[in-house]
């Protein structure tokens, strides 16, 4: 049975006798398959699962956007029961924040670019909030999307920084069979916008493939991805990056480890997705 918790004081009632490792999975809610890759890979190392539901008010810039995410808790939590969660935290926002709340964690230079530059504020609000998670469920592990690879690495930072005890994972990003990435946000696409969006996947298997066939520029890699964007008239870019794999920083040459990243819009609707190029220990 899924225990379901509103308040930090029944959280830390909850965890206070739960079997160990704690195995932690931050969400949004609107669960898709994604979410629980997430959830499976906790109930497989961790003896107790937490999911946390909470739309997080900081990491939005835009009050239109906060207002629009899907909701639906009824849903979430009958995906919870089905994978087996001991426990949900699905707080009102003032659990989170009480009255008084006044500090906000932020993090440095690999929250700067990408959705840092393009969304201002929202690592922030992402870094708070995880910060507040790790020290109200003490967690072993906490589990986070590839998809979402710029906020992995902003949460490593933080987690290393503040010397908090959870260990961060990553987990591979889950793909519709046509390549897009599972996301919430893709329930606002219309039928027409959703046939569109596996051009980011193409996208960036397109960089992928020219890093495989021995393209090192950057710039060319970038050009790669930018022509597959451009064959799809509804989509609106707003980034194409080939980035440092370890700062984030924009490359000329790709000489290690790189993020290849893309954000497009379909009408309002904004989506993100990233490929790592690691590089082969012969050739480094
Ligand atoms: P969200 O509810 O969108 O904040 O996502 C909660 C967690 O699920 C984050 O760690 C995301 O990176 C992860 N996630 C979202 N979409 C996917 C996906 N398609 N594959 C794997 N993880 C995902």
Not at 70 to 79: N, Q
Not at 151 to 169: G, K, N, S
Not at 170 to 195: F, I, K, M, W, Y
Request: glycine residues 6%.
């Amino acid at each position: 049975m899924t225990r379901v918790l509103r308040t930090r004081a029944e959280l830390r009632a909850a965890l206070a006798d739960t079997p160990r490792p704690i195995g932690l999975v931050p969400t949004m809610g609107w669960l898709h398959e994604g979410h629980r890759s997430l959830m499976r890979r906790a109930r497989e190392a961790d003896a107790t699962t937490v999911v946390t539901i909470f739309v997080n008010p900081r990491q939005f810039g835009d009050p239109a956007d906060l207002a629009k995410y899907p909701r639906s808790e009824a849903r979430d939590l009958a995906i919870c029961e089905e994978e087996r969660v001991d426990l949900v935290w699905a707080p009102p926002v003032e659990e989170v924040y009480p009255p008084g709340f006044d500090t906000t964690v932020s993090v440095g230079q690999v929250a700067s670019p990408l959705e840092g530059s393009a969304r201002p504020g929202h690592f922030d609000g992402v870094a708070t909030v995880v910060a507040i998670l790790f020290a109200l469920v003490g967690a072993e592990h906490a589990y986070f999307g590839q998809k979402d690879a710029q906020q992995v690495m902003v949460i490593r930072q933080m987690a290393r920084d503040l010397a908090l005890p959870t260990a961060v994972i990553a987990c591979p990003t889950v793909r519709e069979p046509d390549g897009l990435a599972l996301s919430s946000r893709n329930v606002h696409l219309t039928a027409e916008q959703r046939a569109a969006a596996p051009v980011l996947h193409r996208a960036l298997a397109a960089g992928r493939e020219a890093w495989e066939h021995g393209e090192r520029s950057a710039a060319t890699i970038r050009e790669r991805m930018r022509a597959v964007l451009a064959g799809e008239p509804l989509a609106d870019v707003d980034y194409v990056s080939v980035a440092d794999g370890r700062t984030l920083r924009e490359l000329d040459t790709i000489d290690g480890p790189a993020l290849l990243s893309l954000a497009v819009r379909f009408g309002p609707t904004r989506l993100i997705d990233n490929e790592v190029l690691e590089v082969d220990p012969t050739e480094a």
